[in-house]
């Protein structure tokens, strides 16, 4: 098994460097822009297991456990070693936390925030260059560098490949002999590493675990924004199932396709804006449930786990249209709710392993 090295590794060692660190709240954001100002983006998900009472301060308990694990988390002093925070406007509790953090809490960080359009034409790429512009232009300003545009089409490059080599690894996983929990636990290193060094673990993955004969396990598909707690790869593992399709926020809804064009701006957004439908960009059910089916195809999966953050709104809008044309189409599903600072409940497994065994 390969060593992964961890966030708290990751951001000493690009600081000791020279680098700075830019915390990140999910998840759509142009990650090339922050390298190209030697800034390494580190995303926060949670994390999960974190007491959260903290939070509860400044956000009504009812919103989602990823948003108030990030403010618990930086409540705590564990966002010191950050020099700027990004609040990407993802949902309605993210942009209350970009409020909270500009308005009442003021940290000694820089706080920027990031708005995604909610449609896919021309306007809406001509709108998200415009806010990366801008986002551009405040780095220049709170960092006194100003990459020209020759950089940032090298940092696009390189996170091209990285994304390349994620599309490779989800697409292939029936054919790499690693159990899902370290697979996903590799993929994950995404979220922080480098794109340079998340390309080298990705290929040694791919060499180190590529067999010729597909995994003799039933395959399912996951969607959701995170698998937390992650103990469900083990359950579903032991089951005789293993995760074929991806359709989970910090992996599959984030393979950006490639883009081309002299501006790098409008480069950067044709590729967030072209990325697979998901919840967040307000896609239609009709292309979220074709998205669906076609994974389904491909990897011949016969069912689908949403794993679902508790109040998270913009993933329940969605289910039942889902669950209910998955049906008609034979594919099974379930529901799984869940609270990244909790322990699956016996119930949950219990469920989850009924709904792998109806799938053998």
């Not at 020099?83 to 820089?110: A, E, M, R, V, W």
């Not at 306007?123 to 950089?151: A, R, V």
């Not at 359709?247 to 480069?267: H, M, W």
Request: include cysteine; proline fraction near 6%; charged fraction near 25%.
């Amino acid at each position: 098994m390969l060593k992964i090295p961890t966030r708290t590794e990751t951001i000493y060692k690009f600081k000791a460097k020279g680098g700075k660190i830019v915390a990140v709240a999910p998840y759509h954001y142009p990650k090339a822009l922050f390298r190209a100002f030697n800034i390494l983006p580190v995303e926060v998900w949670g994390p999960p297991k974190l007491n959260t009472l903290e939070s509860k301060a400044h956000i009504q308990t009812y919103v989602c456990s990823v948003v108030h694990s990030i403010l618990a988390f930086y409540l705590q002093g564990n966002l010191e070693v950050c020099d700027f925070i990004l609040i990407p406007h993802t949902c309605d509790s993210l942009q209350g936390l970009g409020s909270i953090f500009l308005d009442f809490i003021k940290p000694k960080q820089k706080v920027l925030t990031f708005y995604t359009p909610r449609e896919r034409r021309r306007i809406d790429i001509s709108f998200l260059s415009k806010e990366i512009e801008k986002l551009y232009n405040q780095l220049c300003e709170f960092t006194g560098e100003k990459p020209d545009f020759e950089e940032l089409h090298r940092h696009i490059d390189i996170e091209e490949k990285a994304n390349k080599m994620l599309k490779k690894l989800l697409n292939e996983r029936q054919y790499l002999d690693i159990d899902d929990f370290n697979f996903y636990s590799i993929l994950r290193t995404k979220e922080f590493l480098p794109a340079e060094e998340f390309i080298e673990i990705a290929n040694d993955v791919y060499l180190m675990y590529k067999t010729d004969k597909p995994i003799s396990k039933t395959p399912v598909i996951v969607s959701g924004l995170l698998p937390e707690p992650m103990e469900i790869f083990t359950i579903i593992n032991e089951k005789n199932g293993f995760v074929a399709g991806d359709d989970l926020a910090i992996t599959g809804r984030r393979l950006y396709p490639p883009s081309e064009g002299s501006n790098p701006f409008v480069r950067l957004a044709k590729s967030i804006i072209f990325s697979p439908p998901e919840p967040s960009r307000g896609d239609s059910v009709e292309a979220r449930l074709k998205n669906l089916l076609e994974i389904a195809k491909r990897t011949n999966s016969k069912g689908v786990i949403f794993y679902i953050v508790t109040f998270c709104e913009q993933e329940y809008f969605y289910i039942s249209h889902l669950r209910k044309g998955l049906r008609e189409n034979g594919i099974k599903s379930i529901l799984i709710d869940t609270d990244i600072n909790q322990e699956l409940s016996q119930q949950a497994i219990t469920r989850l392993e009924v709904f792998l065994e109806t799938l053998q």
